[in-house]
């Protein structure tokens, strides 16, 4: 039986990399953050449940077990995972298509779905496919994100008016609005506005007065981060004095005291087919979304995350949430940003914010009672719109009209088909976008630079040529998506009035030639043959040239392969006189 080495072990679980080093003051620097963002965490918790359409607890549940889990197997020192509100936005939309009315039934779904999404990115994560998000595009991504944003705050808007409202896209939710209007509750509204514009305030005006007041930037930072935590102690308190509960203000009622519950995800075949396509989608957003932060935060530090690692981490805090009563969660932005400013400086900050969400979940979850719904809503909108950022449609179509077709694509799908469409369509945007490109490959022919071994875009520097020479330099792999663009081009440039006696095809930026592309390369070489011309290579590197000498094609190569282009324009600049006249040498 083979021997598991140490290297394995800490490969799997970083924890043995970071506890070595662990130490009292490590400690309190996690521990300060994790203080920091056990406060934001509890009101944004039971506002993503909500946001998800599961019970409040929910939220809680999904902010303990879950963290303890990233903090084993996760790899970025600041990540802060738990609910988040695009995750819980696409949770409501999966467990909305199943058409569940029971609350167990609803609870079940959810549980299932975060372990359907834990199963995948663990086997991801073993079998070391990370790089599979790279397929989708950060235009995409962002533009999916913006219009998440945008449904997501439009989708709240109930609760601060007090009004029934529904729908899973951005006409039928505003419709839905304006359809209740007429029955909007003025004490709901008038604490959903007071609500929404205290936190925005907060996240802007507070810290800085409070500094001006003199007190320390660490104690500060604490108070302003606290805002969400205070706009939810004030309204509860006012709602509980003056009974407005009895005058339509819609609370969030009895939460649960006590330890998430151990539970178990349906193995109904039936439920995991409906389910799955969710979770594969909330697998690759959300895995997207937590690596995005995770790199950015562990670049200003100078460390490195493991993205194949990544999936794990993110895998067992699925599964985690799974067996402890929540429901999908991912890495957060805004709670990364947090914790990272905060000091976290190992994952155990992650896990003390654990044990601040169970002491809360254990002591804190009565005084919830009479929490107003419209304070939940004012918390998910101030921390969406930061999310929002429209500018992306102008950078894309300043810099490239296909990217802004794509973000624009996704908003417009995102907000008139939901979420769920938004995504699949971004994902298969993003692969159709890289299949676009590659398949029109960049081919620039070149000419030597005088005074120079350079060969440069003859339609961008002044070169030499030569017209019984064509050099063609090939700035992308070949593969069956490209390889006859590329023999087109060459074919519609050698048909010209031009003596051209050589062609070379440079291949310093090809990295790959598939079968289709060989296949391609042979008919290529034919084709000039027959026209009397000679195909040659240069700069071709060590992989791909491995890849050609297996084959027949270097046998039948018309011409030669040239260690460089200058090679190749010393060898081949002198044209090759022309073939005798047949009846000039009969006469001879």
Same mark, same amino acid.
């Given at each position: ?125 073993? $079998? ?67 609500? !929404? ?61 006590? $330890? ?91 896990? @003390? ?15 919830? @009672? ?84 350079? @060969? ?14 064509? !050099? ?117």
């Amino acid at each position: 039986m083979p021997r598991i080495s140490a290297q394995t072990f800490t490969q799997y679980l970083p924890i043995l990399t970071w506890a070595k080093e662990y130490n009292r003051d490590t400690a309190s620097s996690d521990i300060l953050a994790a203080v920091i963002v056990t406060i934001m965490l509890i009101p944004q918790s039971l506002a993503y449940a909500l946001l998800a359409g599961l019970p409040a607890e929910m939220g809680l549940y999904a902010s303990i077990l879950p963290l303890v889990a990233y903090a084993i197997f996760g790899t970025s020192r600041a990540l802060a995972v738990g609910p988040v509100a695009v995750v819980s936005l696409m949770t409501a939309a999966a467990i909305g298509n199943l058409g569940l009315s029971d609350p167990a039934q609803i609870a079940l779904a959810a549980g299932t779905l975060a372990f359907i999404s834990g199963a995948l990115l663990l086997v991801l994560g073993v $079998l070391r496919l990370g790089f599979l998000a790279n397929f989708l595009s950060h235009p995409v991504i962002a533009g999916f994100i913006t219009a998440s944003g945008v449904l997501i705050a439009a989708s709240q808007l109930k609760h601060i008016f007090g009004i029934e409202a529904h729908g899973h896209t951005l006409i039928t939710v505003v419709g839905s609005l304006f359809e209740n209007l007429s029955q909007t509750s003025l004490i709901t509204l008038v604490i959903g506005v007071s609500a !929404t514009a205290f936190l925005f305030w907060v996240r802007k005006g507070l810290k800085p007065r409070l500094l001006a007041a003199g007190l320390k930037p660490r104690l500060a930072d604490v108070l302003a981060k606290a805002g969400p935590v205070g706009a939810v102690a004030v309204t509860t308190l006012v709602t509980w004095l003056f009974g407005l509960q009895n005058a339509g203000v819609k609370i969030v009622g009895e939460v649960p005291t006590g $330890l998430p519950p151990l539970t178990m995800p349906s193995l109904s075949p039936d439920l995991w087919n409906q389910l799955f396509l969710s979770a594969v989608l909330i697998s690759i957003i959300g895995f997207v979304e937590s690596v995005s932060v995770a790199q950015t935060l562990a670049a200003k530090k100078r460390q490195r995350i493991q993205p194949d690692q990544e999936l794990i981490g993110l895998g067992a805090s699925n599964v985690a949430a799974a067996v402890s009563g929540g429901y999908p969660v991912t890495g957060g932005f805004a709670r990364s940003v947090v914790n990272f400013d905060a000091g976290a400086e190992t994952p155990a900050a992650g896990a @003390f914010t654990a044990i601040g969400i169970g002491i809360a979940a254990l002591l804190l979850t009565p005084l919830l @009672f009479f929490l107003p719904k419209a304070t939940l809503a004012a918390t998910i909108i101030v921390a969406v719109l930061g999310l929002v950022d429209f500018s992306i449609l102008k950078r894309a179509w300043s810099y490239s009209k296909v990217d802004f077709a794509a973000v624009f694509a996704t908003i417009a799908l995102t907000l008139g088909f939901g979420v769920e469409i938004g995504v699949s369509s971004g994902v298969l945007i993003s692969i159709g976008l890289h299949l676009y490109q590659t398949s029109r490959p960049h081919v620039a022919e070149v000419g030597l630079v005088p005074g120079t071994h350079h @060969f440069r875009n003859i339609n961008r520097h002044k070169v030499e040529t030569h017209p019984h020479l064509v !050099t063609l330099r090939v700035d992308e792999s070949l593969y069956f998506a490209n390889a006859r663009f590329l023999e087109d081009y060459v074919l519609g440039r050698v048909a010209c009035d031009e003596p051209i006696q050589h062609v070379v095809l440079m291949f310093p930026a090809v990295n790959e030639v598939d079968m289709s592309a060989l296949e391609t390369l042979e008919e290529l070489n034919r084709r000039l043959s027959e026209m009397g011309i000679q195909m040659h290579l240069s700069e071709v590197k060590g992989p791909v040239m491995d890849r050609l000498q297996r084959s027949h094609f270097l046998d039948d190569l018309t011409g030669r392969v040239f260690l460089s282009q200058y090679d190749a324009w010393q060898a081949l600049e002198q044209p090759k006189p022309p073939a005798p006249d047949a009846s000039e040498t009969d006469a001879a």
